[in-house]
Every structure is written in structure tokens, then in C-alpha cells.
């Protein structure tokens, strides 16, 4: 059965209104949203219900295409779609495509196995993947098909440009005339592009970064997801940077740079084009752990300082489990990303994650995303705190003494008390 599902959209491309010099106080963003109405199936309300609705973007599950191999080109996001993928980001787009050259190799994989072992299970990936080298032109072309033949399905468009306001106010302007529900901010390229003040150069420095995040808000009419880069101290200083700047999301992790490894035999370094390699970026489940502590930061912060109805965070790194994603959404995460678990094993992967994560929700009696949705977030504490409660813990079990700490101790009216307190069934 069908009913109708509403989808938020940006009216204004008014100033966010933000102040930057209050740290305290939790933002609330200023309503810039109006509403598309769409039909949807009807969950069995036997079952837990997967769907959210993000920054008015209404998703059948959290499970979304995180930009890269997955979502490059209009065969590959159309088979996401038909394969019930909650939403689609596409691979990163910029004016000009004719400056992306990529070599290959590009990836090298990590095997729980001695190094040069082709055995064991990959549990690393690093790539040297530059942005979309496709023409612009046809990205948006792919873009308009994909949103004609799936109105009710969300795409979102992951945008990179150079530091001019000018290139940034064009390249959004043609992506959201293809009709995608959102944008998906690249501050996070680790290889190549900061080369060309792109990527991680933007997302590393908080002033360019609050600078461009202006821009781009003040011309976007959709909302605006900042995805952040891992290669820094503190990931939550640019999430704040980019929430205050009027985005309404941020999404974190991209990969973390890496040198993947040595060839034994040959001695150069993988992946190897024409005897020689460049640092590049870490994925998969290796990077889960590092995934989950920055996405646990941006959560603690957004939680103090963010209206969470309003603000959203889509948590990325290392899925390839419907765990994984319980613990992103444990965290706070409204949404999930996978890119290089989707490489590994294809677009059915989204089945095994919603199985999953239902039968997780099952055991915990969790109806929706909501009601578990950052739960785990609360146990996260300083090691001095830590050190406190446990100092307090072990003063209360020794406060409590159980039976009787000598013989000499027994009385002859509290007898079957004191028999009975040295019981142990
Ligand atoms: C081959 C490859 C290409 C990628 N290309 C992009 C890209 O164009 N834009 C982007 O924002 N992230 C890109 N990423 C990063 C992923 O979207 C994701 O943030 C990262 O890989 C961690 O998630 P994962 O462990 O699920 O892959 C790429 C990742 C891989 C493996």
C-alpha cells in the first residue's frame, strides 16, 4: 500500500545567521525548508522500521552509497537504487574533469597474512583514486536520468572545487538544476588535490574551511553535508566550523592517508605505478575503530552544541556489517556510508546489512532508528572521570560486608541470619 511521505527542500539561500563567537549556546538552525510530497511503501509493522527522515530527506534505510567506485557513473547508481540502498552519493564532481588524471593501479589491499600473502582476509584498502575524471556534462546528464526515473529515491551530488567563490557558485548551480535532493561537500580528499587547494586543504585549515562553507551555503538551496577529513587532531574543531557556517550536516570519515605497504621482493612501494607510489587513502575495516572514536567526537560535540533535530551526522568507515552500522547509529549517526565494503561485495550488500540490523533492533525490542539512535554516546567519559568511578565502585563493594568477618563474630539471636548470609544459592 502506498502512502505519502514529505521530503524537506531548502526555499532560501538566505545567510545561515549564525554567530561564531558563542561556543556555548546550541544552534538551531532557521527553517529554509519546504516540503516535496512522494509516495512510499508501508512498512509490516511486525517488523523494525529502518526508514529516517535526515534534513527532511526521507530514506527507506540508513544504508547510503558513500562517494567513490560505487556511485560513479548512472548504471552503477541505478543498480544501487534497484538493490534498496537508502540513498546514493555520487563520486565527486568538479568544473573541469579535464584536470583529473588517474593512473592505475590505484588501490592496494590489506590481507590479515604475512605481507605478500595472497591468503587472508582483506581488511585494508588503499587507493590513490582521484575525483570523477568524467565530463561534468554527462555526470549532470546521469544525474537528471536518475532523478526522473527514481523521483522518490534520494541522490545526492559530492562537489569539490578550487578556492574561488566564482567556481563554487557554478558548479552548484548546474548540479541542483538536475534535480538532486542534497550536496555532499569534499573537504576531504586526502591525495592530489590539495595539491590544488582541494580536498583536505580546505578541510584541514578552519578559517578557509568557515570561508568556503559560507559560500557554498549562502548559494545552496538544498542541504549541505560537510564531509570531514580524519587527517587532523581534533575532526570535531572543523565539524563545528561547518555546522556554524550553515551546513546542516557533516559526514566523516574519508580515508585516512596511508603508505599501504612495501613489496619484499621488488622493495617498492604498493600500489606501484611504473616503479614508483604516493601516499594515499586508508579504508575498510582496518579504519572501522579510527571511524567510530571521530564520529564519537563530532557526536559529543553536535550533542552540546547542536539542535539535533535539525543537524545530522552520516557516519562512514569500514561497514561491512549491520553491527558496524549499529554502532555508528549508537553513536548518534543518522545515516551510514559504505563505499569500499560495496567494492568487496557488491550492491546485494545492502540486504545483509538491513537483515542485520533489524535482527539487532529485535534483540533490544528498537522499533526505529530513533530509538536507539545515539544511546551509547552517554558512556563515553575522561580517564580521569573513569579513575573517580572506579575508585567510588570499589569503596561501595568493600562497604558492603558480606557475612561475617570472624568466628568470634556469631550472636545467638541473629544465628540463622548470619547462617543464611554465607549462603551462596
Ligand atoms: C576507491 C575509492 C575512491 C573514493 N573516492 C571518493 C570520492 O570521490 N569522494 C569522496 O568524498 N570520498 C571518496 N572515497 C572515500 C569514501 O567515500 C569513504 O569516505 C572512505 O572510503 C571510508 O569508508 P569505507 O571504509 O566504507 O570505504 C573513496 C574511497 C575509495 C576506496
Redesign the pocket.
Known amino acids: 500500500m502506498a502512502t505519502l511521505s514529505m521530503t524537506h527542500i531548502r526555499t532560501s539561500n538566505s545567510p545561515s545567521g549564525f554567530s561564531l563567537s558563542c561556543s556555548k549556546k546550541v544552534y538551531e538552525r532557521p527553517s529554509r525548508v519546504g516540503f516535496k510530497v512522494f509516495a512510499s511503501e508501508t512498512q509490516s509493522s511486525s517488523e523494525p522500521d529502518l526508514s529516517v527522515t535526515v534534513n527532511g530527506l526521507h530514506m527507506p534505510n540508513p544504508f547510503v552509497i558513500?562517494?567513490?567506485?560505487p556511485g560513479t557513473n548512472y548504471t552503477v547508481m541505478k543498480r544501487a537504487f534497484d538493490e534498496g540502498w537508502g540513498a546514493v552519493i555520487a563520486?565527486?564532481v568538479s568544473l573541469d574533469a579535464a584536470k583529473v588524471i588517474n593512473v592505475t593501479p590505484r588501490?592496494a589491499r590489506l590481507r590479515a597474512s604475512p605481507n605478500g600473502s595472497a591468503k587472508g582476509e582483506i581488511i585494508g584498502?588503499q587507493?590513490i583514486?582521484l575525483?570523477s575524471d568524467r565530463p561534468l556534462e554527462t555526470m549532470l546528464k546521469e544525474f537528471k536520468q536518475l532523478k526522473d526515473e527514481y523521483p522518490d529515491r534520494i541522490l545526492i551530488a559530492?562537489i569539490m572545487e578550487e578556492y574561488n567563490k566564482a567556481a563554487w557558485e557554478e558548479l552548484i548551480d548546474r548540479v541542483e538544476q538536475t534535480g538532486v535532493d542534497a550536496l555532499e561537500i569534499?573537504f576531504?580528499?586526502p591525495h592530489g588535490m590539495p595539491e590544488r587547494r582541494m580536498g583536505a586543504a580546505v578541510g584541514q585549515d578552519c578559517a578557509l574551511l568557515e570561508e568556503v562553507c559560507g559560500w557554498i551555503n549562502a548559494k545552496a538551496t538544498v542541504p549541505v553535508w560537510a564531509?570531514m577529513t580524519p587527517n587532523i587532531t581534533d575532526i570535531s574543531e572543523p565539524a563545528r566550523v561547518a555546522l556554524r557556517s550553515g551546513s546542516e550536516g557533516v559526514a566523516a570519515?574519508?580515508?585516512i592517508m596511508s603508505v599501504m605497504g612495501i613489496n619484499l621482493n621488488t622493495l617498492r612501494p604498493e600500489p606501484c605505478v611504473e616503479g614508483y607510489s604516493t601516499p594515499g587513502?586508508y579504508?575498510?575495516k582496518a579504519?572501522h575503530p579510527i571511524a567510530l572514536g571521530k564520529v564519537m567526537s563530532i557526536a559529543k560535540m553536535m550533542k552540546a552544541e547542536f539542535d539535533s533535530k535539525n543537524y545530522s551526522l552520516s557516519a562512514?568507515?569500514?561497514?561491512e556489517t549491520g553491527g558496524d552500522a549499529a554502532e555508528f547509529i549508537l553513536l548518534g549517526a543518522n545515516t551510514v556510508?559504505?563505499?569500499?565494503?560495496v567494492?568487496m561485495h557488491g550492491y546485494g550488500l545492502v540486504k545483509k546489512l538491513s537483515l542485520e540490523l533489524k535482527d539487532f533492533m529485535k534483540k533490544h525490542n528498537f522499533t526505529s532508528i530513533e530509538d536507539f539512535r545515539g544511546a551509547s554516546l552517554q558512556y563515553f567519559t575522561t580517564h580521569t572521570d573513569l579513575v573517580k568511578r572506579q575508585q567510588e565502585a570499589i569503596r561501595q563493594r568493600k562497604a558492603i560486608k558480606k557475612g561475617l568477618q570472624s568466628d568470634k563474630d556469631w550472636t545467638g539471636d541473629g544465628f540463622v541470619k548470619e547462617s543464611e548470609s554465607m549462603v551462596s544459592n
Do not use: D, F, L, R
Request: charged share 10%.
Open positions: 558513500g562517494s567513490g567506485p563520486k565527486t588501490y584498502w587507493n583514486e575525483i559530492s569534499n576531504s580528499c564531509k570519515i574519508n580515508t587513502g579504508s575498510a579504519v562512514i568507515g569500514g561497514v556510508q559504505v563505499c569500499t565494503g567494492m
